[in-house]
């Protein structure tokens, strides 16, 4: 039964070993090959991602039904300098042979003498700092990360806003296809005309009468030797003069004479 056990148990291991490589694969291949297309969002979701399973793999450490790893020994009974095809495809091409070389980095249980020493070097020293010294230094770095998270925030909403002012509108698209429309096309625009735009002369307007009376006098009047092209002129002066019909004025007195003496006729 415990070994039954112990074999689920490292299955679900190498499964969850197998899923956390090829996300790690994964985002090291978008570092080196699509850095330049690179977002921040994608790489704050890659790093979720690798949390997640890092997550699920301690609890299946931690599992009740987990036996203890430590217990068990691992032996290794060959050692050979032969390249070995079957630890080649366990690999995946990583460890050619199983050899007294690699047998202590693969098989240790402990960490390098070097990265040990510096552990227990760090542990000393942080024995030799007060309870005192050491909240002052959590709250002093406690204060700094604050003010740091602050200061992104505030840049992130002057961002944000930066943003809005850019895509805000400032006109309404409705209206401006409306008026294109209008002017291109005069779609919408009414075809009536406004009362007294028309050639008629309405009976009821003051004076309407005796311009039109000057106009049909005046058009009667002789021009021996006058140009054919004063007649419009003459006739204009006449309505002109809405307020005296029947009597000649001097401009149109003046004109008359001096058409008649110009220097062209004879």
Same mark, same amino acid.
């Given at each position: 039964?415990?070994?039954? +056990?112990?074999?689920?148990?490292?299955?679900?291991?190498? %499964?969850?070993?197998?899923?956390?490589?090829? %996300?790690?694969? %994964?985002?090291?291949?978008?570092?080196?090959?699509?850095?330049?297309?690179?977002?921040? /969002?994608?790489?704050?979701? &890659?790093?979720?991602?690798?949390?997640?399973?890092?997550?699920?793999?301690?609890?299946?450490?931690?599992?009740? #039904?987990?036996?203890?790893?430590?217990?068990?020994?691992?032996? /290794?009974?060959?050692?050979?300098?032969?390249?070995?095809?079957?630890?080649?495809?366990?690999?995946?091409?990583?460890?050619?042979?199983?050899?007294?070389?690699?047998?202590?980095?693969?098989?240790?249980?402990?960490?390098? /003498?070097?990265?040990?020493?510096?552990?227990?070097?760090?542990?000393?020293?942080?024995?030799? @700092?007060?309870?005192?010294?050491?909240? #002052?230094?959590?709250?002093?770095?406690?204060?700094?990360? %604050?003010?740091?998270?602050?200061?992104?925030?505030?840049?992130?909403?002057? =961002?944000?806003?930066?943003?809005?002012?850019?895509?805000?509108?400032?006109?309404?698209?409705?209206?401006?296809?409306?008026?294109?429309?209008?002017?291109?096309?005069?779609?919408?625009?009414?075809?009536?005309?406004?009362?007294?735009?028309?050639? =008629?002369? +309405?009976? $009821?307007?003051?004076?309407? $009468?005796? @311009?039109?009376?000057?106009? =049909?006098?005046?058009?009667?009047?002789?021009?021996?030797?006058?140009?054919?092209?004063?007649?419009?002129?003459?006739? $204009?002066?006449?309505?002109?003069?809405?307020?005296? /019909?029947? #009597?000649?004025?001097? $401009? @149109? #007195?003046?004109?008359?004479?001096?058409? &008649?003496?110009?220097?062209? +006729?004879?």
């Amino acid at each position: 039964r415990e070994e039954k +056990q112990l074999e689920l148990t490292l299955e679900a291991l190498i %499964s969850q070993v197998a899923d956390l490589k090829n %996300s790690l694969v %994964s985002f090291i291949y978008k570092l080196e090959n699509e850095y330049d297309r690179l977002t921040w /969002p994608s790489v704050l979701d &890659s790093f979720a991602l690798l949390s997640g399973q890092l997550n699920t793999l301690n609890k299946v450490l931690k599992h009740e #039904k987990t036996p203890l790893l430590r217990n068990q020994v691992i032996i /290794p009974l060959v050692l050979s300098p032969d390249r070995d095809e079957e630890i080649m495809r366990q690999t995946e091409g990583r460890v050619p042979v199983f050899s007294h070389e690699v047998v202590p980095d693969h098989l240790r249980t402990k960490p390098d /003498p070097e990265v040990e020493e510096q552990e227990k070097q760090l542990i000393t020293d942080a024995a030799r @700092i007060s309870p005192d010294v050491a909240q #002052k230094q959590i709250q002093s770095l406690n204060k700094m990360c %604050s003010n740091l998270l602050e200061k992104i925030s505030k840049e992130e909403r002057e =961002s944000e806003s930066g943003g809005l002012r850019q895509n805000k509108q400032t006109f309404n698209p409705a209206d401006t296809n409306a008026l294109v429309a209008a002017v291109a096309f005069g779609k919408g625009l009414s075809n009536r005309r406004p009362p007294g735009s028309g050639g =008629s002369v +309405q009976s $009821g307007q003051p004076g309407a $009468g005796a @311009i039109i009376a000057g106009a =049909s006098g005046m058009q009667q009047v002789p021009m021996s030797g006058a140009p054919a092209q004063q007649q419009p002129m003459l006739a $204009g002066v006449q309505m002109a003069q809405a307020g005296q /019909p029947g #009597k000649m004025p001097t $401009g @149109i #007195k003046t004109n008359i004479k001096s058409a &008649s003496m110009h220097p062209y +006729q004879r």
